[in-house]
């Protein structure tokens, strides 16, 4: 899985069997290593977050500041995406 960055324990990155169409654009989370059901989070054309699921349990106040993060590194993350997925849509 391409990580994008971590975050202490956890891990933000993208899950690399996105079905086709690709999905808007959105991260995964989870605790120590890459999970098929972690955390999803989309990222907005705003290059704001809103959560999917919360699929990993990630404790609400760890889980804001790990939001809050992707929310700052959000042109990054795009652009690495786009990179990487050769597409990009957004869920809003």
């Not at 120590?32 to 972690?38: D, R």
């Not at 999917?52 to 760890?62: D, G, V």
């Not at 804001?64 to 993350?77: H, K, P, T, W």
């Amino acid at each position: 899985m391409p990580q994008i960055f971590r975050m202490g324990e956890y891990w933000i990155y993208f899950w690399t069997n996105e079905n086709k169409p690709v999905e808007p654009i959105h991260v995964h989370i989870a605790k120590g290593k890459p999970s098929e059901n972690a955390t999803k989070v989309w990222i907005t054309s705003a290059g704001n977050c809103l959560l999917c699921n919360n699929n990993s349990r990630i404790p609400s106040h760890t889980l804001r500041n790990i939001m809050r993060m992707i929310e700052a590194r959000s042109a990054d993350i795009i652009q690495k995406w786009f990179t990487y997925f050769g597409e990009i849509s957004y869920y809003c």
